[in-house]
């Protein structure tokens, strides 16, 4: 079992839907990351969260600690959302790990 | 400032080849790491660096030689490419608990 899973691992919307990427692991962590790939390739940094929520626009984070789980979500969704959504946390020290990514699609 | 970036963008090898990826940042960041992504597959580390002068392994370190001999330079070797060094290499650096930040990344082929 992966220390990192993510759900689903493919998600088509419609555009203005509200879109929740799951992310679920089994160490204890000093934070979690989420993160953006286009289809370009490029990887950047949404969010890094240790306890709580975070809001940026229209992207929202939470993580539950004691329930080892964490959630983002998109609200009124658009096709520039369409990227692969990547869950990772970091235990300790400064190596993260990975989960394999969720790739949404969303439809005008 | 151009934050992260990476030389080169894509290269193909013949198997048994060598070849340096330069990774070169200007954020002044301690930590540097170096990346590979495959289909299917989450980011997997190969070797990191948490300063200068310093490296060590990562999850997939084998058939790769890593080197910080610049606070802003990471240079991740391949002494003698293989098939299944095919993949995707990104350099990522990251400043105390803060987020890292990803270079746009290098395609490598390897026939």
């Known amino acids: 079992k992966n220390e990192v899973e993510q759900s689903p691992q493919n998600l088509t919307a419609q555009e203005g839907e509200f879109i929740t990427i799951n992310c679920s692991y089994s160490?204890?962590?000093?934070?979690l990351h989420w993160l953006q790939q286009h289809p370009g390739g490029g990887i950047v940094s949404l969010f890094m969260?240790?306890?709580g929520k975070k809001k940026h626009g229209r992207l929202i984070a939470t993580i539950n600690i004691q329930e080892k789980h964490s959630s983002l979500h998109i609200t009124a969704s658009h096709p520039r959302d369409s990227a692969v959504y990547i869950c990772?946390?970091?235990?300790?020290?400064?190596?993260?790990?990975f989960g394999e990514g969720t790739q949404l699609t969303v439809n005008p | 400032n151009a934050g992260v970036t990476q030389t080169p963008k894509f290269r193909v090898l013949k198997t048994g080849q060598s070849m340096t990826l330069l990774c070169a940042q200007d954020?002044?960041?301690?930590?540097m790491y170096w990346y590979r992504q495959d289909p299917g597959m989450g980011l997997r580390l190969i070797h990191y660096?948490?300063?200068?002068?310093?490296?060590a392994k990562g999850e997939v370190p084998d058939g790769y030689n890593v080197s910080r001999l610049k606070k802003q330079n990471f240079l991740l070797g391949l002494e003698s490419a293989a098939p299944s060094q095919t993949s995707v290499y990104f350099c990522?650096?990251?400043?105390?608990?803060?987020?890292?930040?990803f270079g746009p990344g290098t395609r490598l082929t390897v026939t």
């Open positions: 660096s948490v300063g200068e002068g310093t490296t």
């Open positions: 969260l240790s306890s």
């Open positions: 990772a946390v970091q235990a300790s020290g400064s190596r993260l790990t």
């Open positions: 160490v204890g962590i000093s934070a």
């Open positions: 954020m002044n960041h301690e930590y």
């Open positions: 990522a650096t990251r400043q105390d608990y803060y987020e890292q930040y």
